[in-house]
């Protein structure tokens, strides 16, 4: 099975759930790929901090290939706007999507690739719930209220 994880940060190298998922998916034999960002988390507090950009393209890591698209535009480390997604997805044809967040535009891209490919499997998790997210009650309101 062809499974592609699409989120809008990864950081190499790291322990996070965007990194050893495609990991041990690939040891089980599947054929993973990783969707991202050419940016890194910004609550990194590292020297990557200064320079979160990192090359767009291609490269593997843990024998995953992980693809960096550039990203349009980001607000606040919450919502990060993919360039080329709907065509990779499409040059990729997964039968797996694994959305890591809801809060980007790229869900509605995958939404999309879903609603034109019935049978793949599309899949998000949440990486920002309320208990996380809600910080105060004007974000509360028209994060989780109106969006």
């Known amino acids: ?30 054929e993973v790929v990783v969707l991202t960002t050419d940016l890194v988390t910004p609550f990194n507090n590292s020297k990557a901090q200064k320079d979160r950009r990192k090359k767009v393209g291609t490269y593997i890591e843990n024998n995953v290939r992980i693809v960096r698209l550039s990203h349009w535009w980001e607000f606040k480390g919450r919502f990060v706007h ?14 797996y999507i694994f959305h890591h967040g809801l809060c980007a535009s790229s869900i509605l ?12 499997f599309l899949v998000a998790d949440n990486h920002a719930d309320l208990n996380i997210s809600a910080r105060n009650r004007i974000w509360k309101w028209g994060y989780y209220g109106v969006i």
């Open 109 to 120: 891209t995958c939404i999309k690739y879903k609603m034109k490919h019935p049978f793949v």
């Open 1 to 30: 099975m062809k499974i592609a994880h699409v989120t809008y940060y990864y950081n190499d190298g790291m322990g996070y759930q965007d990194n050893l998922l495609p990991q041990y998916q690939e040891k089980q034999g599947h």
């Open 82 to 95: 993919f360039r080329n997604l709907e065509k990779t997805l499409a040059n990729e044809k997964p039968d």
